[in-house]
């Protein structure tokens, strides 16, 4: 079994949508919690990073965190086309490994 | 703006030269760094940590005679590739907690473009 496990897509969804992105996970040892973007042929930028349980909300953006459930997940308010791009999860215990999701590509069509 | 910086974003080279990326964390300093090879719609997958000061460690199956990583201080970490063949072709990205480990706050650099002909 993977440590993370995150539905690749492609995921394709009307500008103005609301995207929900998940992940899931075994190790109940993870305590940091991450989504990255990463545009085509660009490094990942981080959008959001959660400490143990919560949400998290930062404009368009809100990240939760489920403990009990292993379960983590990125909301994306009115999408727009330029938030077309693979999302990335990725987890670690204590900071010093990270492990990551496959990443999941969403289109926004305009 | 970008806390963590690579350097070349793009790379062609012949087969059997070697070839250097830097990693420089910006406004922090990072003894560690970790440098990750991705495929064409493929996540991140780790090569090597990057100790400052002491050697690397390499993940199962990585050759560290190919891919030297040198982190001279605590702002830079280089990966040379060495003797490079048309399958070291790769995107190579380089990331550094910014911060203590403990707060596991990650970023990651533009990456680089590897082309061998």
């Known amino acids: 079994q993977k440590e993370v496990e995150q539905d690749p897509g492609p995921l394709s969804v009307p500008e103005g949508a609301i995207v929900s992105l998940n992940c899931t996970y075994s190790?109940?040892?993870?305590?940091?919690f991450m989504w990255y973007r990463q545009y085509s042929r660009k490094g990942p930028e981080l959008l959001m990073y959660?400490?143990?349980?919560g949400n998290k909300e930062d404009g368009r953006f809100t990240a939760q965190v489920d403990k009990s459930s292993k379960y983590i997940s990125l909301f994306i308010r009115d999408s727009q086309p330029s938030d077309s791009a693979t999302y990335l999860c990725?987890?670690?215990?204590?900071?010093?490994?990270?492990?990551f999701g496959t990443g999941t590509s969403l289109t926004v069509i305009p | 703006g970008a806390v963590v910086s690579q350097h070349p974003s793009r790379v062609i080279c012949k087969s059997g030269t070697s070839v250097k990326i830097e990693c420089r964390s910006l406004d922090f300093q990072a003894t560690t760094m970790f440098w990750y090879r991705q495929f064409p719609k493929q996540s991140l997958m780790l090569m090597a940590t990057s100790n400052e000061g002491s050697k690397a460690t390499y993940e199962q199956g990585v050759e560290k005679d190919k891919f030297l990583i040198n982190h001279a201080s605590l702002t830079l970490s280089t990966l040379t590739v060495t003797s490079a063949h048309p399958e070291d072709s790769s995107f190579y990205i380089c990331s550094a907690p910014k911060g203590s480990l403990n707060t596991g706050e990650l970023f990651f650099g533009e990456g680089s473009r590897l082309t061998v002909l």
């Open positions: 190790n109940s040892a993870f305590q940091y």
């Open positions: 990725a987890m670690s215990v204590s900071g010093n490994q990270f492990y």
């Open positions: 959660t400490y143990s349980s």
